[in-house]
């Protein structure tokens, strides 16, 4: 963090003393005004719901540029790193910084790869859940759960642990998905196989079985990786900030992780994709593409309370950058499938098409985000539409344990704590 050569300076209507704010600048992206001292000066907090205009940390991890559309993971142009990188690559970038040279990429693959097994007793733990039950519930459970596993990885504190837990995340996240998901539909859960790609072996998870040999589509193992390193991190999100907010109390990283996962879980946030894909399957059912006017009528009517989902973002005012790459994937994966006339992906195109047209969305600067095409391809692939946010959580993991290892190891680190304007009655008695 570097100080800019202004200063910002604070005053009041009233007469009380105006106060000069530093500013600080990062290597792209607004600059900051520092109001760290402001309530020992002023005695005023500021106010900010939504933190619309405030940065909560410095970090050097993500960048997004909503104006332009453009999307960096420690400098890198997420294209680049769709096209040119694999998942495990990535991953490796976001917690190390650098993109591995070839012993490092060896080494972190087999790291990763000799970790991918959970302990035994896990399946008892999920034993305990409802068959119905949704998978992420089961997923906040069995990660929160991995702390009660991981005795020799819970604090915080230490590097070596931090290190390790990451790896055991990274590792057994699409184990957990897998096995949550064989347990939904009374399957046996599959072992993992140490031969195969990451996207490769959370494929013969999900849809091996111990009668036959699983073969790995090479088409549908790149787009699930594709899908893991589009999700992997996206800076300060609600999930990223919770993981940050949970983890700031010393919590054990497990735990930490597991708070991610119950806020991902929100339609607004990582439940968007399962939510997109059942507003295609309700307009379908209505009429399908005849039926788009009537919809986009109630989507902009306030009080229906119906929005197009997979579409808007809080920063991104042009189109997703991994709305674009999905897009791409989806036709790769529907042609792949011989599904290029799938009903649904048709009525998704035309619905974007107009929504692209129509004043209401153009004035508001609403895109379709990378949620609008994700549900397509993970449907395409067989994934059920309720373990979609259990993909998202699978691949966004990373992202939060960077972003934890970058707070815990950032000396400036303090308990988050916000301050609020207190609305309620002033003090009273009771009166019996
Ligand atoms: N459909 C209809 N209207 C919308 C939509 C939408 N999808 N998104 C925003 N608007 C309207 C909103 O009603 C508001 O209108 P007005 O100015 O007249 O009150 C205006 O656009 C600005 O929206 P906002 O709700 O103030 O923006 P926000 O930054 O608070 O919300 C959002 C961002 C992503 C929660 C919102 O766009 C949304 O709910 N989208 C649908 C859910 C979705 O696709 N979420 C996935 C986000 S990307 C994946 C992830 O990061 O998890």
Known sequence: MKLADNKATLSFSNGSPSIELPVYQGTIGPDVLDIRKLYAQTDKFTYDPGFLSTASCQSAITYID????????????????????????????????ELPDPQQKADFEKLVTNHTMVNEQMQFFLRGFRR?????????????????????????NNPEHREISAIRLIAKMPTLVAMAYKYGVGQPYQYPQNHLSYAGNFLRMMFGNPCEEYKVNPVIERAMDRIFILHADHEQNASTSTVRLCGSSGTNPFAAIAAGVACLWGPAHGGANEAALNMLYDIQKQGGVEKIG???????????????????????????????????????VLSAMGLEKDPLFALAKKLESIALEDEYFVSRKLYPNVDFYSGIV??????????????????????????????????EYKIGRPRQLYTGSPRRDIKR
């Open 66 to 97: 909503g104006d332009k559309g453009e999307l960096l993971y420690r400098g890198y142009p997420i294209e680049q790193l769709a096209t040119n990188c694999n998942y495990l690559d990535t991953c490796y970038l976001l917690l190390n910084g």
């Open 132 to 156: 119905d039950a949704h998978p992420m519930a089961v997923l906040t459970g069995l990660v929160g759960g991995l702390s009660a596993f991981y005795h020799d990885s819970t604090d915080i």
């Open 294 to 332: 009537d919809f986009i009528k109630q989507v902009k009517d306030k009080n229906s309370g119906v929005k197009l989902m997979g579409f808007g973002h809080r920063v991104y005012k042009n189109y997703d950058p991994r709305a674009k790459l999905m897009q791409e994937t989806c036709n790769e």
């Open 378 to 411: 993970q449907r395409a692939i067989g994934i059920p539409v309720n373990l979609f946010t259990g993909i998202f959580a699978l691949a966004r993991t990373v992202g939060w344990i960077a972003q934890l290892n970058e707070m815990i190891s950032d000396p």
